[in-house]
Structure formats: C-alpha cells, structure tokens
C-alpha cells in the first residue's frame, strides 16, 4: 500500500532522513518509534505531502505520489494536538472534507452520522472542539480522517495529549477502530507501549535511519543493535569480556562483541558453581515483580526482574549469585555494545 | 533539624511588629493611589456626561434639571453635522485603505521568508513612532511640494499612514497564534488551497481585521493631531471642529457633542472585546 | 486563482503581499518626511521653494536662541513631571488588576481602554470644565462647600498642563504594566514572603524589579506622548504658555514660516528619540538580569 525507497531529508545542513526505506502491506498497522529529533516525524509528514523529500520515491497504492500536494494524495491525517477547526461544530469539522470534494447534502449528512457513530460521538455533533475532553477531541479528528475512506491514515504522537490512564484506554480503542475498518494506518510515537499496543509491526528509528522494522514480539526477541534492545524494553547489554564469565551464554555469544540479556531473564540466589558473584546495589518493587540493580566484582551493573511468587526479597547490599535463566534467550549482537 | 543554639534566621519566626505596620501603610498608600487612578480615568467623562444634560446656557457643576436640549441644539447646527459626515466619510476610507494595506502585509511579515524581512517590518511599523503631528506636517510640506493641496485626500493619507502600523500588528498577533497544523489539516482532508485559505486561515483572523477596522475607525474619527494640518480648511472634520468649539464655546452643547463621542468609544470597545477581547488589546 | 497563487499567499513566501504597503509608506511617509527634512535646510517664500535656498540658518538661529531653550526646558520638564506621575499612578492601578478577580480586572480594562477610544479633545474638555474658573467643578464644589470664597487659579498653570497629560496618557502607562504584572509567576513572591521578607519588601524588591520590561514600555511611550503633545499645553495651559511642540504648530499654522517649523519639529522629533533611548538604555542597564546569555 505504502512503498518508501531511499528517503533522503535535508533542513539545511541537517540530514534528518537517511536512505529510509520502508513498505506498508494494506490493512496493516505500522508505527514509527524512536526519540525526539530522530526523523520519525519528519518521515510520516513526507508520507503525508507536508514535506517533499529531497531524494527517493513514494508510492501509494501504486501511484508515484512523491511530487503530490498533500490535498491530492487521499491521506488521512491525525495531528498531535488534532488540529480541529476551532470556529466549526463536531459536525462541521467531520463534514469538511466532503464538503471541499463537493459531495451531495444528503450523502454528507449521512456519512458524517455514520462516522460519529464509528467513534460513539453522536450526541456530541453540534459542540464545539473546546468544549470536548481530549479523548473526545481525538475521536472528533479519527471520524474526520476516517469519513473520507483515506488510502493509508496517518498519525503523529495522537496520544501525546492525553493523561496516562486515558492514553491507554483510547489506544485499545483506536486499534480496535482502526482494525474494524480494515484501513491501512502508520503511526508515529517515542513511547514504546503505545507502539507495542497498537502495531502489526514496529519501525525503529534513530539518527534519521531505520534501525529495525519488523513485528513487535520479533523486535523485542531479536534485536538487531543494542539501541533497539535498549529503547524496547530494558535491556543488560554486556560486552564480549563481561559476558563470558557466564559460561552458558558463551555458546550464544558465539565470536559476537555484546549480548543483550533481559531483566527477566536474569535469575539471583542460584549456587555458587553456576553462577556469578554479585552485590545488591538497589532494590524496588515494581507491582508484580521485584527489580534489583547488581554489581558485579568488575563494577558490571546488571538489572533482574525476579517474580515476587516464592521470592525472599533481597535487601540493599545482600550478597546474591546471578545467573541467566535461558541462554537461547539471550541475543548476540556484532556491533560494539 | 536545626540546631538548638544556632540562631534561626531573621525573620523565621515571623515578621516583627514593625514591619507589619509598615506593610498595612505601604499597601495602604497603594490602593489608594490605585483608587485615585480609577477616579481619574473615570471622572472626567463622567462629567463631562452630566453636564451635557444640563438645563443652565453655560457648563456648570453640579448640573442644574435634566434636558436633552443640547442633543436637539447639536444636530440643528449643520456645521456640526456636516463636519460630521465629513469624519465619517475620511474615516470610513481610512479604514478600507489601511486594512487594504495591511492584512496582506502582515501576512508577508509572519509567513514570508526573504531577508530583510526584519528591517521590512521595522519600516512598516515605523509611522507609529512618529507623532501625528510631525505626520501631518510632513504631509502638508510634501504636498506644498508637488502642489497637492490641504484636502479630504490629503487628511485620508495621513490618517492611513498614522494607523497602518495598528492595523498590521492586530493581524500580525491573531496570525502568529494560528496553529498551522489546521491548514495542514484542511489540505490534507483534501481541501484546495484557495478553500484553506478563506475558510480556515482567514476565517480565523477575521476577528482581528473587524477589530482592526474598528480602531482605525475611532482613531482616524478622532483624530487632530493629523487632521490640523491635513484637512481641507473648507470641509473640517468633527474633531478640528471640536478643537475651535472647545476653545470658543462654553455651551452645554459641546459637552453633548462630547458625550456622543464618549458613546462611540464605548461601542467601539464593545466591538473590540468581542472580537480579540479586551486584555489582548493590552498588548 | 491557480493553486500557486494561493499557495504563495497562504505561505506570503514573497515579499510581495507587503510591496503595497511599502510603496504606500514610502510615496506619502518616507517622501514627506524627506520633505520635512530638507525643508529645514532650505529658504522658503509663501510656499514657495526658493533655488539653491540650502541654508543652515535655520539650524544656527534656533540653537542660538535663548527663547528656545527656554521653551525646551519647559517641554522637557512638564514631559518629565507628567510621565512620573503619570507612573505613580498607573503602577498601583496595574497591581490592583493583577491581584483583582475577573469582575474587577474588566472594570479596570473598561476604564482603561475606552479613554483610549475617546478623543483627546473629549478628555481635556473635562479638564477646562473641571479646573475652569467659578464655574469649574473644583471651585465651585469648594465655594458650595464653604471653604473658600474666591476661586483659585487652576487653569493656565503648569499643574493644568501637567494633569491633563497624566490623565489623558494613564491608559499608555497602565496597559503595558499590566501585562507584565499580570503574566508575573507568583512563586517568586512567595519565596520571598517564605524566607521571611515582609509584604512591602517583597513589592519593591520582587515585583517592582520584574515588571521593568513593563515599566519601560510605558514610560518610552508616555514621554513620548507627552513631549510632543501641543493640544494640551494649548488648551489647558492658556495663551502665554508654550512648549516646543506649541511652537511647531504656531509657527507653521500661525506665523507661516514653514523653514522655522521644519527646523523645530526636526529639533522636537531628535530629542525626543534621544530621551527614548536613554530610557531605553537606563532600561537596559538595570534589566540586565533578562539578557539570554547565549551559549556558543
């Protein structure tokens, strides 16, 4: 549906895209994560026709669209803070769309009844966008998205506005809207439960690059460089030296420079010949687990997350052996850690 | 955790007595003050109000009965009327101009890229440092000039270029706030630009145009600084007319005229605080 | 219109939306005041131009003239008198609508602004009604009242003069101080009140200091408007009384010597942005606090 090749962004001399390649199946649900300043932004504006790349070729649906005016590319767009027009009702804002195409009374009445319904709005149609919580406001820019039955619907930090709680609440909702409408949708997010929950696949992003793209539970089980490994989820990454003093892990690590190692699977308090020494130099509980941060003889800090069911917890400056759980879980990774 | 024989410090326990009287009438001297400002602002148009009513043929305080009288006497005197209209025709002109003028430029001086663009704005802005007086004289030099005379044509491009800087900065303002994101939205709902820019873009900045139209209305209705100098001596504006009213005339009546102006100004403000409201008008 | 036309506009990527406006300010502001200028070196009959007419004279006569100093300390000093009070007046009221509630705040507004929209004439009639003489409102309020028995002379003074232009420029000086002090963060007022500094001190050495950006502004414009304001002194000051500003107007109105009034609207126009800028660099100097080191 979507099919990016070789994206290449300047603003100035800043190289904010580099080489980006990136293609979206229908009906898929992509997102794009990564930290503030990384490109991910700047890439979905492109997709959407906000900003034209400097080098590569777009393709929506088939069509060469990397020179279109956004007003002609059938994009659906969701801005961060929803962008909706404070001077018309709910109504009028879902129908603006329409109306620019120019569509019949009658079919806009209709279908912006049916797209308010989509997102449960109905009762809401003759307020005004400042008298609608975030969660309102959001829907409000979906059903006005959504009306236009866009190719691919984009969105860029759409949940940004909104407190925790409600945040993952409405992300559910989306992914079950957006599912339910079979649309194919590339979200853009730095928080990477919001990417977790609302995904078919994940594109990591930093320095402009596309680190990895691939499907959630393959990014958190394989990462392909330890910034993945580090942004999703928390991650132990360990050098060659360091690691080796495990001795299950060294077949894993097999000639590779570092090996990340999940909190999880982290093991404290086995017997000392399968193990490595350690020191408890922080403690907290987590709800259902207890995290501690160990130091090893070398000053090598690993983080474990141990399951609190028939755990004796550990205090702050216990003496503990650590292990790892499952070595075939641990990653290997050829670049410097 | 202090320590018992370490001293708090000064003032730890509290402000000492003194203080506390010191602060009763420093505050005290402040309200007041701010009493006597809001006296000040209100008071003389509210005299000025009263007296109009008046039913004595000279301006006297406390007013004596209650007549519209003065109204009557102000609209039978056609030189009033006329100067008048005349303000209401130069204004309304100076007003079509300068938003003519302005809403294009302040769109140049917040979107545009092109160096420059500082001093540009700087330039344009710049008759609001000068006094009107000094405008209104310059004008009048230049058109001894080129021989152009002291005429209706003369005060309408005085007053435009005394209210041009007011004009652009109200819309410059209401533009900055605009979010972009809403014309992006717009184009990317599959609006064409020229839709964009009427229904969203303008749609959102009319509200400082009709406020910029209606300060440069008032000012350019009352203006004299400009007008003394510029005016045709034929055709004399209301506020000319006023100034030689208000030096040679001691009638109720011009205290009617006066309340009348005080009424527009409340309109005006009506229009304003509706429009951009009053507390951006501060600014 | 094609797409570009709009897209140019929407974005004013151009200069051009704003060439209007430049050619109209400089065909009737920039020319004139060219005009202006140079009419203050040139000799002049009856309107006249007069070939090859550049001459100093007008510079030299009106710097050697003892009479325009005079007449300049006298703009100088009921500018200065009116701008303080003018300050004295507004900074309290501008710290009671930051501290007042909504219903307040608006009266205040209200009281502020529609000044502002009426015209100056309107403003210093109140004051020859007031201040006039057996009918004015002081004096007969006071001869009512039994206090005295013959009026005072209150119109035709340097007080007359001086509080009209504080009344009539308030609404200048308030405004700015106003958004200052309402946009002020009050935590800093209440670190200060937590380490123990009294109320009073907490003003003069918390608020006041902070709002200097304001305070500035207002006193930029008010001195401005009251230096070059010849309305006033004419209305309210009486036929003898006369300060630059006066002179601009009677000798170009009046006299007709329109190379004489070049040279002091010329001479009104200097000095006045000079004093602008030593309120500007004062300002500076004690807003040094503000400045945004900028970090290479």
């Not at chain 2, 420093?26 to 008071?43: D, H, M, P, Q, Y």
Request: glycine share 8%; hydrophobic share 50%; net charge neutral.
């Amino acid at each position: 549906m979507i099919d990016a090749q070789g994206i290449n962004k300047f603003f100035g001399a800043n190289h904010v895209l580099r080489d980006c390649d990136l293609t979206v199946e229908g009906g898929e649900v992509v997102t794009l994560l990564g930290a503030s300043g990384c490109g991910k932004t700047t890439l979905l504006r492109c997709i959407a026709g906000f900003e034209t790349p400097d080098a590569g070729t777009l393709t929506l649906a088939g069509q060469d669209v990397t020179r279109l005016p956004p007003n002609q590319r059938d994009v659906g767009f969701v801005f961060q803070n929803y962008a909706l027009f404070p001077h018309m009702s709910v109504e009028e804002n879902v129908a603006y769309g329409l109306k620019a195409r120019k569509a019949p009374a009658d079919q806009i009445k209709r279908e912006v009844a049916d797209a308010l319904d989509l997102v449960s709005l109905t009762d809401f149609a003759r307020r005004f966008p400042n008298s609608l919580s975030g969660g309102q406001q959001q829907r409000v820019a979906l059903a006005r998205s959504l009306i236009l039955q866009p190719k691919v619907l984009l969105m860029d930090e759409a949940f940004n506005a909104l407190d925790a709680k409600l945040r993952g609440a409405m992300q559910v909702e989306l992914r079950k809207i957006v599912k339910r409408v079979g649309i194919t949708a590339v979200c853009v997010t730095h928080d990477q439960s919001e990417a977790l929950t609302i995904s078919d696949r994940i594109a990591v992003m930093a320095e402009g690059r596309i680190e990895q793209f691939a499907a959630p539970a393959q990014i958190y089980d394989n990462p392909t460089s330890a910034f993945v490994a580090d942004f999703i989820g928390a991650a132990n990454i360990l050098t060659r030296d360091a690691a080796a003093r495990f001795s299950h892990a060294a077949k894993t690590l097999n000639g590779n420079a570092a090996l990340v190692i999940r909190p999880e699977n982290v093991m404290l308090g086995g017997t000392p010949d399968d193990g490595v020494a350690g020191k408890v130099v922080f403690a907290r509980l987590t709800g259902p687990a207890m995290e501690y941060e160990v130091a090893l003889a070398d000053g090598t800090v690993l983080r474990a997350l141990v399951d609190r069911d028939g755990h004796v917890p550990l205090a702050v400056g216990a003496d503990t052996q650590v292990a790892i759980r499952n070595p075939d879980a641990c990653v290997a990774l050829p670049g410097a850690a | 955790m202090m320590d018992a024989d370490v001293a708090p410090a000064r003032g730890a326990r509290g402000p000492a007595l003194a203080s506390v009287w010191a602060d009763r009438l420093g505050f005290f001297v402040i309200w007041t003050l701010a009493g006597f400002a809001l006296l000040l602002l209100i008071a003389p148009s509210l005299i000025v109000v009263m007296i109009s009513f008046t039913e004595t043929a000279y301006i006297t305080f406390p007013p004596q009965g209650f007549t519209f009288e003065w109204y009557a006497d102000l609209f039978s005197r056609q030189q009033i009327v006329e100067s008048a209209v005349t303000s209401l025709r130069i204004s309304l002109w100076s007003t079509t101009i300068a938003l003519l003028l302005a809403v294009p430029a302040a769109f140049s001086l917040v979107r545009g890229r092109y160096p420059g663009k500082t001093f540009a704005g700087a330039l344009i802005v710049a008759p609001q440092m000068i006094p009107g007086m000094v405008i209104g004289v310059a004008l009048l030099f230049f058109g001894a000039y080129i021989s152009f005379r002291q005429s209706d044509l003369m005060l309408v491009l005085g007053l435009t270029v005394f209210c041009l800087p007011f004009a652009v900065r109200l819309v410059m303002a209401q533009l900055q706030l605009l979010n972009p994101a809403l014309e992006e939205a717009s184009l990317s709902l599959g609006a064409t630009k020229k839709r964009t820019f009427v229904q969203i873009t303008l749609r959102q900045i009319v509200p400082a145009i009709v406020a910029g139209a209606a300060f440069v209305f008032i000012e350019s209705f009352d203006n004299l600084t400009v007008a003394l100098f510029t005016a045709s001596p034929r055709a004399r504006p209301l506020a000319v007319e006023l100034y030689n009213l208000v030096q040679f005339d001691s009638s109720p009546m011009v205290a009617a005229l006066s309340s009348l102006e005080i009424l527009l100004a409340f309109v005006v403000m009506l229009v304003l605080g509706r429009t951009i409201g009053l507390e951006r008008l501060a600014k | 219109m094609t797409e570009a036309f709009w897209t140019r506009f929407r974005d004013g990527r151009g200069v051009w939306p704003a060439v209007p406006a430049f050619v109209f300010l400089a065909i009737f502001f920039i020319a004139p005041m060219g005009v202006l200028f140079s009419f203050g070196f040139t000799e002049i009959e009856r309107g006249q131009v007069q070939e090859n007419g550049f001459t100093l004279r007008y510079l030299t006569d009106t710097l050697s003239d003892d009479l325009f100093w005079w007449v300049w300390w006298k703009s100088f000093y009921i500018g200065t008198l009116s701008t303080l009070l003018c300050f004295l007046l507004a900074y309290p009221l501008a710290y009671l609508y930051s501290e007042s509630g909504r219903r307040m705040r608006l009266l205040i507004l209200v009281l502020t602004i529609s000044p502002l929209l009426t015209s100056a004439i309107v403003r210093t009639y109140a004051w020859l009604v007031i201040l006039g003489g057996r009918r004015g409102v002081i004096n007969s309020t006071l001869i009512e009242l039994g206090l005295i028995e013959r009026p005072f002379r209150m119109l035709n003074t340097d007080f007359a003069v001086i509080i009209g232009m504080t009344q009539v420029h308030l609404p200048f000086m308030v405004l700015p101080l106003i958004t200052v002090l309402a946009a002020r963060d009050r935590n800093m007022e209440a670190a200060s009140l937590g380490m123990g500094a009294s109320r009073l001190s907490t003003f003069f050495r918390i608020v006041v200091p902070l709002s200097m950006p304001g305070i500035v502004a207002g006193l930029t414009i008010v001195f401005a408007l009251s230096y070059t304001n010849f309305i006033i002194p004419q209305l309210l000051g009486g036929g003898g009384f006369t300060t630059l500003a006066v002179q601009v107007y009677e000798q170009i109105v009046v006299i007709l010597d329109w190379s004489k009034g070049a040279m002091l609207a010329l001479l009104l126009l200097g000095s006045c942005f000079v004093f602008i800028l030593m309120i500007g660099l004062a300002g500076n100097r004690v807003m040094r606090w503000s400045v945004k080191e900028t970090v290479e």
